[in-house]
């Protein structure tokens, strides 16, 4: 009987166990061997504890180093007399985003990036923001980071992480972003686990590249990014972008998107989709959607354009106009040397070589570099 006993107390700790202990094999493969990858570091801030569960199941799945950043004044509630504190610390960093003394103080770093190629970024989400104290670290060590593979996990208990991703490119202009930032909130905080294990899979830091390519959109001297899809679509848009930008004249419809011909068809793997804010879309194989809102059809999706909230996709995409003009170009391909040699100092060009007299959020070139604003 005592046997009978501990065998079921087995079996009911096993069903039992939580999704946050569960281990998945299958993600350590797929990163490969350290010595084939390189060094991981994972970086994180962690208020509420939330943040540090998700890097405790995250390091269950690979082999990485851990940093956790501390802010230097301790015991502070950034979320009292109505997020009094935390609002002000993320106001004087919008204020003065390129002066170190807008940014609140950490505890001091050790820990040398030197040693690491791949870095894995766990921060919370303040009021639709990075946390203050993380955008302190990156502030500090964008300089380090230059280079490495970077990928990024963010925990917020609702609100969609646009503004946090918007912030991480701002303070980390020249890392290799490995994929998109896995958004784990609190509805699936429990379920991070196998989340974690999905969005490793698609990372690939061993070639230091990632599945979904970088394309740009420029419309009006804004230019965006977009992360691609991994289908005939996308590999065959790749390579005619590869020869030269296509420039395309969309127009409004449906009060949901913008869309236009082409100029030449893709192969299409149409399935019914609700297009998101954001998508873009190849409908009937030669038609180009850019959406700013939603809706259900039979679509080939290419892509996601990255960092917008949807009031910022509206205007970008000049949301009730007709006969816009966008082109369509590959990230890394724009000359900088071309424009900078023609370019004057201080002023701000987009990606396709035009001057930008008021630039908007999105990506331009100042004294022959690449910035995000």
């Known amino acids: 009987m005592k046997q009978i006993l501990l065998l079921l107390t087995a079996m009911l700790l096993s069903c039992c166990s939580s999704d946050s202990e569960v281990k998945a094999e299958e993600p350590l493969s797929a990163w490969g061997t350290e010595g084939e ?7 994180y801030y962690s208020y509420t504890g939330n943040c540090r569960q998700i890097v405790t199941t995250l ?26 504190l935390g609002t002000q610390l993320l106001n004087a960093i919008k204020a003065n985003p390129n002066d170190a003394g807008s940014y609140p103080a950490i505890d001091p770093v050790t820990t040398s990036l030197s040693d690491y190629q791949n870095i894995i970024i766990v921060t919370p989400l303040w009021w639709s923001q990075m946390a203050a104290i993380m955008q302190t670290y990156l502030f500090q060590s964008a300089s380090q980071m230059a280079g490495k593979h970077v990928a990024m996990i963010v925990s917020s208990h609702s609100s969609g992480i646009s503004g946090v991703v918007a912030d991480a490119q701002r303070l980390l202009p020249d890392v290799t972003w490995m994929g998109d930032a896995l958004w784990i909130n609190a509805s699936h905080h429990s379920q991070r686990a196998t989340l974690i294990a999905d969005w490793l899979k698609k990372l690939n830091f061993a070639k230091g590249e ?39 004249t969309l127009s409004s419809s449906g009060g949901f998107e913008i869309w236009g011909a082409l100029g030449f068809s893709l192969p299409a793997s149409d399935q019914q989709t609700t297009a998101q804010p954001g998508d873009v879309i190849l409908y009937n194989g030669s038609n180009i959607c850019l959406f700013y809102g939603t809706n ?14 949807e009031s910022e996709l509206r205007t970008f995409l000049k949301a009730g106009e ?19 040699s023609e370019s004057r100092e201080g002023s701000v060009y987009s990606l396709n070589g035009q001057r930008v007299s008021n630039p908007s959020k999105g990506i331009y070139i100042k004294d022959g570099k690449k910035y995000q604003k």
Request: hydrophobic residues 40%.
């Open 59 to 84: 390091t269950s799945q690979i082999e990485a180093d851990v940093l956790e950043i501390q802010p230097a004044e301790k015991g502070l509630r950034y979320e009292a007399n109505n997020y009094a």
């Open 37 to 43: 990858i390189g060094k991981t570091l994972v970086v």
């Open 296 to 309: 259900s059809w039979s679509y080939t999706r290419l892509g996601k354009i990255e960092g917008l909230s």
């Open 322 to 340: 007709s006969n816009i003009s966008v082109t369509l170009s590959l990230a890394g391909t724009t000359s900088l040397s071309a424009v900078a």
């Open 210 to 248: 990632t599945s979904m390519e970088k394309m740009l959109i420029t419309i009006g001297g804004q230019t965006q990014s977009v992360a691609l899809e991994s289908n005939a679509a996308t590999k065959a848009l790749t390579e005619k972008l590869k020869q030269a930008p296509v420039t395309v």
